[in-house]
């Protein structure tokens, strides 16, 4: 049962370029939600996808957005990098939908962006 | 508005127990969570307990809850060097809110 992944682990970009991310969630699992964490602080929500709407959004500028694909996949991407976005990028996963909903959610190991 | 607090460090000696403390705003929590960080990892789920319990056991960690006071804390009994980490409490209130994490380290 593979977890949550995520790519790419690790990627520099320089300030004003545009970065994508990507994340599978966990096999099962419906929804998928994107978090900043910074050096030293806790992860900060970004927002959540579930059928492939945007369901909830945190403080984060337009310049962040996203997608959720049909296979639940889903996309972070983010325009006019600034240094203040270097940070680690964690997506988690978790099922709304059905039986099996719960609240629970579960982390992939996140992508390292670097903004030079 | 929500928010969720923790102490930022604990030290603690190898073989004694950690407790890690986390205090929440939100009382329509159904549930509340312990997540582990390892450096340059990601978050990984530790235990969970429902909002109408007061206390969860799993192995080395207890989970207690007061409700009343909004307070949760997570007890690692018999410390060891594996569990230096990042620890973080979140709430499960509609915004899904993360403490600033207590980073424990072990001491021999």
């Known amino acids: 049962d593979a977890g949550v992944t995520q790519s790419p682990t690790h990627l520099i970009k320089t300030r004003g370029q545009q970065v994508t991310l990507r994340c599978s969630p966990k096999s099962g699992h419906d929804t998928v939600s994107w978090y900043q964490q910074a050096l030293g602080q806790g992860p900060q929500f970004i927002f959540q996808?579930?059928?492939?709407?945007?369901?909830q959004r945190g403080n984060f500028p337009d310049r962040f957005s996203g997608h959720q694909f049909p296979n639940y996949s889903s996309e972070l991407n983010v325009n006019a990098l600034l240094l203040g976005d270097s940070a680690l990028y964690l997506c988690?996963?978790?099922?709304?939908?059905?039986?099996?909903?719960?609240?629970?959610?579960?982390f992939g190991e996140g992508s390292w962006l670097t903004v030079v | 508005g929500e928010d969720v607090e923790q102490s930022l460090f604990l030290s603690v000696r190898e073989g004694d127990s950690s407790v890690i403390n986390c205090t929440y705003t939100d009382s329509s929590s159904t549930y509340l969570y312990w997540y582990k960080q390892e450096p340059g990892a990601g978050l990984q789920l530790l235990t969970y307990?429902?909002?109408?319990?007061d206390m969860k056991q799993d192995q080395r960690l207890t989970v207690l809850l007061n409700k009343k006071d909004k307070h949760l804390s997570l007890r690692i009994a018999d410390t060891q060097t594996g569990d230096s980490a990042i620890y973080f409490c979140r709430s499960s209130a509609s915004k899904i809110i993360f403490g600033s994490g207590t980073r424990l380290s072990i001491r021999p």
């Open positions: 996808y579930y059928e492939e709407e945007e369901r």
């Open positions: 307990i429902f909002s109408n319990m």
């Open positions: 988690a996963s978790s099922q709304t939908k059905g039986m099996a909903r719960t609240n629970t959610i579960y």
